[in-house]
């Protein structure tokens, strides 16, 4: 089975600067997806960035990227200029390619804590 | 473009007792999950519905149940409710074919009693 670990509970970032939230899992699998995910108080689950296992390219998203090694299997997400909006948990999320992998395995969540 | 809606958003339930939740897709998506998620922890995959079948399952008892309608609408059924059923039920919905990206809805809580 997939796990998915977030080994940092809590990290704190000051206002405009940059912080990196990381990300490691386990699959047996060669293609698969990787995804962050932000949920702010208001309980909503909001995708941030999606990384396709088979592309070698890191994925952006405006003030968000990642560093995704294969190898490694680890998939960290850093964010760029933090604003206080960006305050939140945060958790990376694997899928498999097909058939009965296809749902999301979370980790347990980063909560990020923006300081003005 | 309607998100993915849930309903209701917050339900109070006493042990033994049944509870249904209910979820709306995304326009245009025929697949939905639902998981759920326990204070301070990450989401765990309670099942998946597409063409009104239960197409996964993750680890939970028959208790728990599902159902999709035609409209791709679905439903959640926890029965014999436990003090550990309280939790946030996440409903994300995606199309089955291609680059399936889940969107998740608001959620509902539920706190058994």
């Known amino acids: 089975a997939q796990t998915v670990t977030q080994s940092q509970p809590e990290m704190s970032v000051q206002e405009a600067e940059t912080v990196t939230l990381s990300c490691t899992y386990d699959?047996?699998?060669?293609?698969?997806?990787l995804f962050w995910y932000k949920q702010p108080p208001s309980r909503q689950m909001i995708l941030v960035i999606r990384?396709?296992?088979?592309?070698?390219q890191n994925a952006t998203e405006n003030r968000f990227s990642v560093n995704f090694q294969k190898a490694a299997k680890s998939f960290s997400l850093k964010i760029s200029d933090s604003q206080l909006g960006d305050a939140a948990m945060y958790f990376c999320?694997?899928?498999?390619?097909?058939?009965?992998?296809?749902?999301?395995?979370f980790g347990s969540g980063t909560q990020l804590t923006v300081l003005p | 473009d309607a998100g993915v809606t849930q309903s209701p958003t917050h339900l109070i339930k006493t042990r033994g007792q049944q509870v249904t939740l209910r979820c709306s897709p995304k326009?245009?998506?025929?697949?939905v999950s639902w998981y759920q998620q326990a204070l301070g922890q990450g989401p765990q995959f309670i099942f998946q519905?597409?063409?009104?079948?239960?197409?996964q399952r993750g680890n939970f008892p028959d208790r728990f149940s599902g159902h999709q309608f035609p409209n791709y609408s679905s439903e959640l059924n926890v029965n014999a409710l436990l003090l550990g059923d309280s939790a946030l039920y996440l409903c994300?919905?995606?199309?089955?074919?291609?680059?399936?990206?889940?969107?998740f809805g608001p959620g509902t809580r539920l706190l058994v009693l």
């Open positions: 994300a919905s995606s199309l089955m074919q291609g680059w399936e990206t889940q969107y």
């Open positions: 699959t047996s699998e060669s293609d698969y997806y």
């Open positions: 990384q396709e296992a088979y592309k070698q």
């Open positions: 999320a694997y899928r498999g390619y097909s058939g009965s992998a296809r749902q999301l395995t």
């Open positions: 326009s245009g998506h025929d697949t």
């Open positions: 519905y597409y063409e009104e079948e239960e197409r």
